[in-house]
Every structure is written in structure tokens, then in C-alpha cells.
């Protein structure tokens, strides 16, 4: 093949052997993806389904999908330790509502969450290798996951390396991604796609299937640093990708939209889309997480019917 060919998986390569390894897999998929065919799909979800999952069964599920999220410059021991505080206050004094997935937070807040964090089955998650920008030496990257493993993450999100994606450094990507899953080993790894710089749906699908077989346990939408965020359309996008991945090799990767979430009908469009492409199978705990902090007083509030700024 020479320089300037281009295979099916859409992406410029050359006579290197390590972008057939990643176009070979890629073949394996229908990538020729309309963008108007997406939005048509998405449209007819959210008009015919998601009134029906408006429920207050389904509302408590999504309330158990939260991870509980500051990503703020202003984060600090004693925030952090005051929204971990009220998760575990949370527990007891809704004791008939689920409580949240995760905590999501910066690397250098882990031990604060991991120390004061009583309530069993919240997840610790830990955004790290360089977030949101995932612009940083893979030494470092990996300095600050290991750290956050240490002192207590259960969860690593990791930013996918777009810029390397969007150069054709097919290898350079899917080999960070690789080396974060070798160090998060059990731990689950959330690869973010930062959707809204990749555009096109077949550019959101192969970034999807790549991540996947370079070892992400979830893919998740975005940061919610960049605009657009987390959009129904992406969302449809990544489950297909997730279904067909699924299909073909037996491993069931996670969903996580992240960014933008902020009414209980967007967790609910998210909640059907899951629910159409994936199936019941997915609609755990597990393999379904919403990355959001507004969504959760709103969630409480729909469910308990009376106005709940708890968090």
C-alpha cells in the first residue's frame, strides 16, 4: 500500500504495518455512517420512546447512574470531603433511594474521597492522564494514574489521545490507551472521546471501536470542557459501535455521557438510547453511568416530588 492510499476505515495511512493491524480491524465494521441518517434515528427514539421510560422506577435507576462529579479550579480537600460527606449523609437519610455510582474527581482528591467515602458501592472515579486536555508526556500520565490507584480510585477516566486520532496516529493512540489498561489492570477505564472534536459520526464510531480494542472498559461522550458536549446523536453513534464490538468479540464495554446533562428529560433521551440500541443488558450499574452533578438534586426532586437541593 503506499503512501497516499487510503483503506475502508476512512483514515490516511502508510506502508507501516501497525495501521493495517488497526485499519484491518476496523474493516470488520460499516463505517460509511450518515450524519443525517443518525439525527433521523435519534429523532424517532426520543418522540416514540422516551415518554414511556418516564417513570419513577426509571427515574431511581438513573439516580443510581450518577457519578456525583467536581471537576472544579476551585476544588479542594475540604469541597471534596463536604460532597463526600453528603453522599454518605445521603444514604441515610433516603435510605429507600439508590445511592450514587461514583464520586468523579481529580487525582490529587482521591485519598480525600477514598478516606472518608462509608457508603459500599460508590465507586471512587479519578479523571487523570493530563484532563481535559490529554496533552502531556505518557510518563507523566501515568505518574498521576498510578498515584490515584494508590491512594484509593477504583475508576480512571482517561482523555483518548484526539489529536493523535485526528492525525492518522492510529498506533500513538490505541498504544496510550493500552498502556493505561495495563496499569489500571482490574480497575475499570472510561476512555473519553471528547465527541464534539471528533464531528462526524463515522469519525465518533471508529475512535469508539479503536478505544474498545485497545482496552477501554466504558466509552464516555466528553470532558464538558468542550462544546458541544454529550449530544443524543454522538450517544447513538457510540452504543451502535458498542453493539457491534459487543457482537463480534463478546466483550460488553460500558456507556457513559458526560457534559451537558442538565434536565431529567437528557438522562431520559440517554436512558432510551441505551435501552433501543443495547438492550436490558446494559441498563446496570455496570455498563450504564451518567457524568453529572446538576442531574442529581433534579433526579431526587422528580422522584420524591417535592423541591430536594441535597447535593
Not at 8 to 21: A, R
Not at 66 to 76: A, M, N, P, Q, R
Not at 97 to 102: D, F, G, N, R, T
Request: with cysteine; net charge negative.
Amino acid at each position: 500500500m503506499t503512501q497516499h492510499e487510503h483503506c475502508n476505515c476512512g483514515m490516511h495511512h502508510d506502508e507501516e504495518q501497525y495501521k493495517d493491524k488497526y485499519c484491518q480491524a476496523l474493516e470488520l465494521y460499516q463505517l460509511n455512517i450518515s450524519d443525517e441518517d443518525v439525527r433521523k434515528a435519534v429523532k424517532t427514539i426520543i418522540s416514540e420512546k422516551v415518554h414511556t421510560n418516564d417513570t419513577p422506577e426509571v427515574k431511581k435507576f438513573l439516580l443510581g447512574s450518577v457519578e456525583l462529579t467536581s471537576l472544579k479550579t476551585t476544588d479542594s480537600d475540604e469541597s471534596i470531603m463536604a460532597l463526600t460527606e453528603r453522599v454518605n449523609r445521603f444514604d441515610e437519610e433516603f435510605a429507600d433511594l439508590p445511592h450514587v455510582a461514583a464520586i468523579c474527581v481529580y487525582a490529587n482528591n482521591a485519598r480525600t474521597v477514598s478516606e472518608s467515602l462509608e457508603v459500599d458501592g460508590v465507586q471512587v472515579t479519578c479523571v487523570s492522564g493530563a484532563f481535559p486536555s490529554g496533552q502531556a508526556l505518557m510518563e507523566v500520565k501515568i505518574a498521576e494514574t498510578a498515584l490515584a490507584l494508590q491512594d484509593g480510585a477504583t475508576e480512571i477516566d482517561m482523555v483518548m489521545p484526539v489529536g493523535k486520532y485526528l492525525s492518522g496516529d492510529l498506533e500513538g493512540m490505541c498504544d496510550e490507551i493500552e498502556e493505561m489498561k495495563q496499569l489500571c489492570g482490574e480497575h475499570k477505564l472510561k476512555v473519553i472521546l471528547e465527541t464534539g472534536c471528533l464531528k462526524t459520526a463515522a469519525h465518533i464510531k471508529r475512535a469508539s471501536l479503536l478505544a474498545m480494542y485497545a482496552g477501554a472498559d466504558f466509552i464516555k461522550t466528553s470532558t464538558g470542557k468542550e462544546q458541544p458536549a454529550a449530544t443524543p446523536e454522538a450517544a447513538y453513534v457510540m452504543c451502535k459501535a458498542i453493539k457491534e464490538y459487543y457482537e463480534k468479540t463478546g466483550i460488553q464495554v460500558g456507556f457513559k455521557p458526560a457534559g451537558g446533562l442538565n434536565s431529567v428529560t437528557d438522562a431520559l433521551i440517554y436512558y432510551s438510547i441505551v435501552k433501543e440500541i443495547l438492550g436490558e443488558k446494559w441498563l446496570t450499574h455496570d455498563y450504564f453511568r451518567l457524568g453529572t452533578s446538576r442531574l442529581t438534586n433534579l433526579l431526587i426532586s422528580e422522584i420524591t416530588g417535592e423541591e430536594v437541593t441535597f447535593f
